[in-house]
């Protein structure tokens, strides 16, 4: 995959994102990649977690692909906003080239003391490392396949952000959500923009609550599970 061709897209909110030809997969929704991030990883995952357990310190989240970093972005804001500690684990089989990143412009979009600030310090971290990049924000980048990837750790929340099912079908199998499933605390969530049926079976099979959700822009629905 990391030698496949790809295309910067602008999504319809201005954020821009990576189209995969051979794959026909975008890396977000065009829609609205920052749209699409921001309702279902921090309004359905992190707000969520946090107005359930309040006093988190620090609140564990698993990435499941780094990719642009959108999602790690988004997290890392939130933590120095709302002055909430985050440990955050992301896993990245295909790192992405920084000359590609650059391409992009995030600073463009975010302004360039936000990306100085919340962007490109994610992208200079690390791999296989643990950075402290703020008092609030811990992150730990691997170059991992989630399929391989074991942790004596476990999380509140898992952001399920892997390709869809017709380009990876091996993430998304019952196999997949129970390896994602063992990885959550008890009352761990996991959520993703994913609302395909034969996905809700599998947490289901693995021991996890399921509950369809509204999705964003351009998405009926999407999925979100609970660990009981
Ligand atoms: C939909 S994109 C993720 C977008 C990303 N969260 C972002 O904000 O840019 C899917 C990502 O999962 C990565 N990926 C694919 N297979 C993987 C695997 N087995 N383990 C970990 N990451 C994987 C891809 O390389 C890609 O970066």
């Known amino acids: 995959m990391q030698t496949k061709s790809k295309e910067i897209i602008a999504t319809a909110d201005g954020s821009p994102s990576i189209y995969v030809p051979e794959l026909k997969e ?3 929704s065009r829609h609205g990649a920052q749209t699409e991030s921001t309702y279902v990883f921090i309004e359905k995952g992190l707000q969520y977690w946090l107005e359930k357990n309040p006093n988190t310190d620090p609140v564990r989240i698993l990435e499941v692909g780094f ?3 959108l999602n790690a972005f988004l997290t890392y804001a939130y933590a120095q ?9 992301t896993l ?3 790192p992405l080239d920084i ?3 650059q391409a992009m412009d995030f600073d463009a979009f975010f302004g360039s003391e936000v990306s100085q600030q919340y962007f490109w310090p994610l992208h200079q971290s690390a791999w296989q490392a643990t950075s402290k990049l703020d008092s609030f924000f811990e992150f730990s980048k691997r170059e991992d396949d989630f399929l391989n990837y074991s942790s004596s750790q476990t999380f509140d929340l898992i952001f399920y952000d892997a390709f869809g099912a017709h380009a990876q079908p091996d993430l998304w199998t019952e196999e997949a959500m129970s390896k994602a499933a063992s990885l ?3 009352d761990g969530v996991w959520v993703s923009y994913c609302a395909k049926g034969s996905v809700r079976r599998a947490l289901e099979a693995s021991g996890l609550v399921a509950e369809r959700l509204p999705g964003p822009p351009g998405k009926r629905e999407m999925l979100r599970a609970t660990k009981p």
């Open 81 to 89: 906003e709302n002055q909430k500690p985050i440990f955050y684990e």
């Open 99 to 101: 000359n590609l990143l």
């Open 26 to 28: 975008t890396y977000h």
């Open 67 to 69: 990719g642009t970093g």
């Open 92 to 94: 990245e089989k295909f």
């Open 184 to 186: 959550l605390r008890p």
